[in-house]
């Protein structure tokens, strides 16, 4: 399947995928845009993802620049494209006072930064994370999931999950639903959304 923003190419090695990545998809060397998907080092083969709107992904550090300039706040980039969105994630030194509790912070500026790109690029939308924030409380998520799951099987029992909220619902949707012998659904309780696993 073909993705509009983006393309993964894997080679022997990280520079063979960049030539291929100039040769096939006719990019200039000044503007590619890639991240290292495998270094090909621990394991074969080398993989990298190309960004095929490359000038999206100039906006996207132009704004980003410009607002944690403002904030002064010295930090690294790494932009993801995907099929929908992007997800960047941004490394500062000191991340805490811009994520704030439970990410909440996090969660406004994320909103923020997406009303200034949708006035450059109406249908562009990013995911913001700090530090890696979002990714380990994601793993953390799947982690209790999985030691659910494993009671369920051990007890052929149902069992309850935490409440969850919808961005949580999805993450667990997306990642239990390739998971076999079991099945899991949702009940509303106290305006809580309640995550059930069931065995099949």
């Known amino acids: 399947m073909g993705h509009?923003?983006?393309?993964?190419?894997?080679?022997?090695?990280?520079?063979?995928?960049i030539e291929k990545a100039l040769t096939e998809q006719g990019i200039e060397k000044n503007r590619l845009r890639f991240i290292v998907l495998n270094d090909g080092i621990q394991a074969k083969p080398a993989k990298i993802r190309?960004?095929?709107?490359?000038?999206?992904?100039?906006?996207?550090?132009?704004?980003?620049?410009?607002?944690?300039?403002?904030?002064?706040?010295?930090?690294?980039?790494e932009i993801?494209?995907?099929?929908?969105?992007?997800s960047v994630n941004v490394n500062i030194r000191d991340p805490y006072w811009l994520i704030g509790k439970e990410g909440q912070l996090l969660d406004q500026i994320e909103h923020l930064l997406n009303l200034i790109i949708r006035r450059k690029i109406p249908e562009l939308s990013l995911r913001i994370d700090i530090n890696n924030f979002r990714k380990r409380k994601e793993e953390v998520l799947k982690n209790k999931a999985l030691a659910v799951v494993a009671r369920v099987k051990e007890l052929h029992k149902e069992m309850r999950f935490d409440p969850v909220n919808e961005e949580e619902w999805r993450i667990l949707r997306d990642f239990l639903k390739d998971i076999k012998d079991i099945r899991f659904y949702s009940v509303r309780e106290e305006n809580k959304t309640i995550l059930v696993i069931a065995p099949r």
């Open 50 to 77: 190309v960004c095929l709107k490359p000038e999206e992904v100039e906006i996207i550090e132009g704004v980003l620049k410009n607002f944690f300039g403002y904030l002064e706040v010295r930090h690294e980039l």
């Open 4 to 17: 509009e923003r983006f393309v993964d190419i894997i080679g022997n090695t990280i520079e063979e995928c």
């Open 80 to 86: 993801i494209p995907r099929d929908k969105r992007y």
